[in-house]
């Protein structure tokens, strides 16, 4: 079975730029959430989606947004980079929100704006 | 959101057993312990969770208090593999969010 897999593994961004990242779950899983992870802040969660829906959101501007599709693959964009955003993002996905299940993780995109 | 305590770092030596301690005083009657580990920035991967008994599997061992304040991760035969740092998260209920403490970054050494 294969695992979470996130895509690209790497990005370089210009500064005032936008980026959209890929996260597809695990075959059958139905909720995706999504981690930033920076040396200052540790991981930090972002925001989360089943059937579609956003069903929780982090403490992170507007310039985060993301959705997820029917076929329970999700993406994240981040509009206007910063250089604070500069981090690995991180996706885990779960076979159903909220039934305390095993939530496994990606490898990760690590984004560098520069 | 319940938070969690670790000891920020932790030694142990190839072969012997790892105990890595958490607090967690502020945790709910139905909110679940789940530990984590990350290896060099890789993905964090799942160890084992659990709600109010020890619960074993084939990686490690979870002990939780029966006041269920704190719960403490066993690894019975560490390995140079293990070395990583760990993280003590309590589930958010009803959602699948973690919240990520400092963790413990455990070193095993030969």
């Known amino acids: 079975k294969a695992g979470v897999t996130q895509t690209p593994r790497y990005l370089i961004k210009t500064r005032g730029q936008q980026v959209t990242l890929s996260c597809s779950p695990i075959s059958g899983h139905r909720s995706v959430s999504w981690y930033q992870q920076t040396p200052g802040q540790g991981l930090q969660f972002l925001f989360e989606y089943f059937s579609e829906t956003q069903r929780n959101k982090g403490n992170f501007p507007g310039r985060f947004s993301g959705r997820q599709f029917s076929n329970s693959r999700s993406e994240m964009n981040v509009s206007t980079l910063e250089l604070g955003d500069s981090a690995l993002y991180l996706c885990a996905s779960s076979f159903q929100i909220g039934r305390n299940t095993e939530a496994f993780f990606g490898q990760g995109t690590r984004l560098t704006v520069v | 959101d319940a938070k969690t305590t670790q000891p920020p770092s932790m030694d142990c030596a190839e072969g012997r057993a790892a105990n890595l301690p958490c607090n967690h005083s502020?945790?709910?009657?139905?909110?679940?312990v789940y530990w984590y580990r990350q290896i060099h920035s890789q993905g964090p991967q799942y160890i084992i969770h659990g709600l109010k008994n020890n619960e074993t599997n084939e990686m490690a061992s979870l002990i939780i208090t029966e006041d269920r304040k704190s719960s403490t991760l066993i690894l019975p035969h560490a390995t140079l593999r293990d070395t990583a740092v760990y993280y003590c998260i309590v589930r958010v209920v009803g959602t699948d969010k973690l919240i990520f403490g400092t963790g413990t970054r455990l070193q095993v050494f030969p």
């Open positions: 502020t945790i709910s009657g139905n909110e679940y």
